[in-house]
């Protein structure tokens, strides 16, 4: 199993699975009901509107930016009007968008989407982490825990461990964001992150 230090390169690790075999998954589905519903006609049609959707959303990621309310609206309708993977991907990279415009309200909302169009476990895992960030930052420290819980994979645990210590002292629990943060800094998955918990703890006051 692929061990990722953070979010970002669980994210781009995502996003170059699809790059590198989104038209070979197409391909896998139509060879699955191509006879159902005729093979050829389906086979083309179905490989078309996955280049045509995976070439929208490179067009319309590249150009999004925080300080352009257009290039914002047009990300926002591509996640309406695409309800699978990638309208999922675009929703985390404009939630981004929102966090630097300092409007997490739209952040969080934008990975409420995500969750709804993702289908994927681990795209589901890195869309839930984002958002018990985020809800950390709002001050909604329970909300983050809850969404925690829905995190799923051992590649992830060191991640839920430090977010779970940072929710815990968000409430003002310091042992209890101690605990979560012992439990982290003996996680194999991510030494590095095991160290910078470790830095926690030696900064919690007695």
């Known amino acids: ?16 699975f699809f790059a590198e075999n989104g038209k070979a998954l197409a391909v896998g589905v139509v060879l699955g009901i191509g006879a159902l519903v005729g093979w050829r006609f389906w086979n083309g049609s179905q490989v078309d509107s996955a280049r045509e959707t995976s070439l ?24 309406s009007q695409n309800k699978n993977t990638y309208g999922a991907l675009a929703s985390l990279e404009l939630a981004q968008r929102y966090v630097d415009k300092n ?3 739209k952040a969080a909302q934008q990975l409420q989407q995500g ?6 476990e681990n795209l589901r895992s890195l869309i839930n982490l984002r958002l018990a ?17 829905n995190v799923k994979g051992d590649n992830w645990s060191a991640m839920v461990a430090d977010l779970r210590g940072d929710a815990m002292l968000r409430k003002g629990d ?18 590095a992150l095991g160290d910078m918990m470790q830095m926690k703890i030696n900064n919690l006051s007695i």
């Open 133 to 149: 960030r985020i809800q950390i930052q709002q001050k909604q420290a329970d909300a983050a825990l809850k969404t925690l819980e």
């Open 103 to 105: 409007d997490l309200n």
């Open 56 to 79: 929208n959303y490179q067009t319309v990621m590249t150009t999004v930016r925080a300080d352009d309310p257009k290039t914002l609206n047009a990300a926002e309708q591509f996640v």
């Open 1 to 16: 199993m692929e061990i990722y230090e953070n979010e970002n390169e669980q994210l781009n690790a995502v996003k170059r």
């Open 174 to 191: 310091k042992q209890g964001a101690r605990d979560a943060w012992s439990k982290g800094v003996n996680d194999k998955n991510s030494p």
């Open 115 to 120: 969750l709804e169009n993702a289908k994927d």
